[in-house]
């Protein structure tokens, strides 16, 4: 196996974004340069009373993040390591971003058919791409085997498939299980997925588990791969550590009983949290990779190559959703700006805003960040149900009409996953960097969705479908 990003040599991985150009692991770079494009953004006209919502990405940021989490790693592997950094495909869906990722040495982590072609779109090759659904149907599992792409099995079910298209034809495909080594969940249920009743891969505790997982690896000498996720947003640390290093321990047992070293691969995951609190980026990849180092020192010797499949980590602090204020009102004495990022682009945060609150910034009608005293209001969204709120009762310069509102920390998770309530039209993305000459350049990442789009994903193309065959 060839080393993909390269290890060993580099150097210490202390601040999260050391030696990327002036970026900083303190997020002042990334207020200015988010400051920056939010001006140029309205003085090009990408954002106006015609354009009133759009989503932003740093380009240069990204590109840090991806730096950091190559140097965290290379930092505690020994030299000639395999590591493979996939990105899950489902934190940003967007095919120029899986390709920037691409070009910075970042695979692809994928868990549909759908993600499968957005990963195949943006050029990332078979070697270095991963599937992990949980519902992989037999075509699934055959393209896959038939392209080469690493397939964790979920549970004995698939593993008969994979069983029965590997006894059909041979596969280059690395195959490994997923276990659930059922350490505890986080603060947010619906993301723990390392709980004893998580729906995900093979449940270690359970009574004859552990055996099972031993027995199917003994049996298939092709089954070189294990793989763990247990962390996301809300895991502290430690239990994702703790859920690694049984994984760990696991594969070191099996290749005991084996009497080879049949697992070469640990597969542990992605499941960084992000501070959605602040411009700081924490924790960050090398605390983790050093936290792991620590914990688990047998995973960076060299006997084992390694995946990560981090997604929100590497995306969320680099997106910003960009929304005019259409009018600013004011209801039983609480001022609300109403503007035109609501549900459509942050499903998560209005309906669960005690798990996923999102800072909102204030900038005016030129796109210079508001200033003066700050006044409790919401921030409301376009949507027609009263919870269609980005942020509620909270402290910031008054939002007047014609101004704009900024929820940050939305690369992952939030503007690429649309949710078409009231028919909102999907909002157009925009990369940003420098231009070269102390000014922005945009990029167009995604256009809006137009009016004709949204007719017909509505069934726009059968409008007799009801009316005249029954
Ligand atoms: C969602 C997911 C990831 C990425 O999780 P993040 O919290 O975004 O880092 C990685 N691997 C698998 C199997 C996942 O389901």
């Given at each position: 196996m060839a080393s993909y990003t390269g290890t060993g040599d580099a150097g210490p991985a202390d601040e999260e974004q050391a030696g990327t150009g002036g970026v900083t692991s303190d997020g002042t770079g990334a207020a200015a340069r988010r400051d920056r494009a939010v001006r140029a953004a309205v003085e090009q006209g990408l954002l106006g009373p015609a354009s009133p919502i759009v989503g932003l990405l740093d380009i240069t940021g990204i590109r840090a993040s991806a730096a950091a989490l190559r140097d965290a790693f290379d930092a505690v592997t020994a030299p000639g390591t395999p590591v493979l950094h996939a990105f899950a495909v489902k934190a940003t869906p967007l095919v120029p971003v899986l390709r920037l990722l691409h070009a910075e040495g970042i695979g692809a982590e994928v868990a549909s058919p759908g993600e499968l072609a957005l990963a195949r779109a943006a050029g990332v090759p078979p070697s270095h791409t991963v599937l992990d659904s949980p519902a992989k149907t037999p075509a699934e599992l055959r393209e896959a085997l038939a392209l080469g792409i690493a397939v964790n099995a979920d549970n004995p079910q698939e593993l008969d498939r994979v069983d029965a298209l590997v006894r059909s034809a041979p596969t280059r495909s690395p195959l490994g299980l997923r276990v659930n080594a059922q350490i505890g969940g986080g603060s947010i249920g619906a993301l723990?997925?390392?709980?004893?009743?998580?729906?995900?891969?093979?449940?270690?505790?359970?009574?004859g588990a552990r055996e099972w997982v031993v027995r199917a690896y003994l049996d298939r000498p092709w089954l070189t791969r294990l793989h763990a996720h247990s962390g996301s947003q809300g895991v502290p640390l430690e239990l994702m550590t703790q859920g690694i290093a049984h994984t760990y321990e696991l594969a070191e047992e099996i290749n005991e009983r084996a009497g080879?070293?049949?697992?070469?691969?640990?597969?542990?995951?992605?499941?960084?949290?992000?501070?959605?609190?602040?411009?700081t980026h924490t924790p960050t990849y090398a605390q983790y990779a050093r936290l792991l180092a620590a914990t688990v020192p047998g995973l960076f010797d060299g006997r084992y190559g390694l995946v990560t499949e981090f997604g929100r980590s590497l995306l969320a602090k680099h997106g910003v959703v960009l929304a005019r204020v259409e009018y600013a009102k004011s209801a039983g004495g609480r001022a609300i700006a109403v503007t035109h990022a609501g549900v459509q682009v942050a499903a998560r945060t209005v309906y669960a805003p005690e798990s996923w609150p999102l800072r909102v910034t204030a900038y005016d009608a030129k796109g210079r960040p508001k200033t003066g005293p700050d006044v409790v209001q919401d921030v409301a969204g376009p949507a027609c149900f009263a919870g269609d709120l980005l942020a509620e009762g909270r402290s910031m310069p008054l939002l007047e009409q014609g101004d704009y509102a900024a929820a940050l920390d939305t690369g992952a998770y939030y503007f690429a996953h649309h949710y078409t309530y009231n028919s909102l039209a999907r909002p157009g993305i925009l990369g940003f960097g420098p231009d070269g000459a102390d000014g922005v350049r945009f990029a167009v990442v995604r256009t809006p969705q137009t009016l004709d789009e949204i007719v017909a994903e509505s069934g726009g193309a059968h409008p007799d479908a009801l009316t005249d065959s029954l």
């Open positions: 723990s997925t390392a709980t004893a009743t998580s729906k995900f891969g093979v449940a270690l505790r359970d009574e080879r070293r049949q697992i070469d691969t640990l597969d542990i995951g992605g499941g960084l949290p992000v501070n959605f609190g602040s411009d």
